[in-house]
């Protein structure tokens, strides 16, 4: 029988990951937290003879096991997800992966408040910058995308502000749906453009991803109906990868990689584009990096761009499709 917030998923995640993290010692310790024990003893706890050695992950599902029974399986993840950082037994424990458990975590409905240490319901995980998962004042990598609708003032000036703040809005909306289905988050938007952000070295492919879906979907946004304007909205994007500092008021932080893809994107990205760093390029598949086959030298590092627009590169591939259906008829 399960406790009811946690899913076999979770519980599994919480297995694995105390058997590589934690020592045996500590996991008795920490039963005997839990159970207010001083003398907890996992083999006890099994039935198991003490001679017969316990693997740390049959300890770790001893321990759960029990906390689940005892109905202390909530108290249990607390006591895990607070100890990442933390001393015990005079040594620091890591548990790298946590985050991990944590966003899967948001997507039942919960997610751990590590201001207040509990669990809190949230009706829609897509709103947690954190994704759930990170810790103000922790440093964690993160790929960051710095987006701009290319030629606003004009925009502006042309069809005033108020019906601007209507194309804002649809534009925002439509990110939203391409961040979602990418898992990434929006840290900061301000109309006209914003900071995107993507957790985790293992998804800085789903960030570039995402910003070619965005850029290859515009054509389809330009052609709402309810779009207020006749003029097309363009883009241009740029993408960095590194650690920085989290904070919940993502206003507090203060990060190089924030800062190059900022100026990569305002500085060295043509419209309709989407540039990258050295460090997105280096963590990509062969046949994505194909893509960026424009190489420049900014700001002392190597960046990349797509050579062509969705629409020129489109127009390139049926112009070969057309010879070579040519070359077949002859």
Not at 51 to 63: E, G, Q
Not at 95 to 108: A, H, K, Q, W
Not at 220 to 241: G, T
Request: aromatic share 10%; glycine share 8%.
């Amino acid at each position: 029988m399960l406790c009811g917030m946690f899913d076999a998923t979770i519980i599994k995640d919480l297995t694995e990951l105390m058997a590589k993290n934690i020592t045996f010692k500590d996991m008795e310790a920490i039963g005997g937290y839990l159970f207010k024990d001083r003398a907890y003893n996992l083999h006890t706890a099994a039935g198991i003879a003490e001679k017969v050695s316990i693997s740390p992950l049959n300890a770790a599902k001893i321990l759960i096991e029990q906390a689940e029974a005892k109905g202390r399986l909530k108290e249990l993840f607390v006591f895990v997800i607070e100890l990442d950082g933390s001393m015990m037994n005079g040594r620091m424990v890591a548990l790298p992966g946590i985050e991990n458990m944590l966003y899967r975590l948001t997507r039942s409905g919960q997610y751990y408040d590590f201001a207040h240490r509990k669990f809190i319901d949230v009706d829609d995980h897509r709103t947690l910058v954190s994704w759930g998962a990170l810790r103000d004042g922790r440093e964690y990598p993160v790929a960051i995308a710095s987006i701009d609708i290319c030629q606003n003032s004009e925009l502006v000036k042309k069809y005033k502000s108020n019906v601007m703040e209507k194309v804002y809005y649809q534009l925002w909306e439509f990110l939203r749906a391409k961040l979602d289905a990418w898992e990434g988050r929006i840290w900061s938007w301000a109309g006209d453009g914003g900071i995107l952000a993507f957790r985790g070295e293992e998804n800085v492919f789903r960030a570039v991803s995402c910003c070619l879906d965005i850029l290859s979907g515009l054509s389809v946004f330009n052609m709402q109906p309810s779009k207020p304007i006749k003029d097309e909205i363009f883009l241009r994007i740029a993408l960095d990868f590194g650690p920085l500092k989290f904070f919940t008021d993502t206003g507090k932080i203060v990060s190089e990689v924030i800062n190059y893809a900022a100026h990569l994107e305002k500085k060295g990205t043509k419209p309709k584009n989407l540039s990258i760093s050295d460090a997105v390029h280096n963590r990509l598949t062969p046949a994505m990096q194909k893509i960026f086959a424009e190489e420049m030298n900014f700001e002392g590092r190597t960046a990349r761009s797509t050579a062509l627009t969705f629409s020129e590169a489109r127009g390139q591939r049926t112009g070969a499709a057309g010879k070579n259906r040519a070359a077949v008829s002859r």
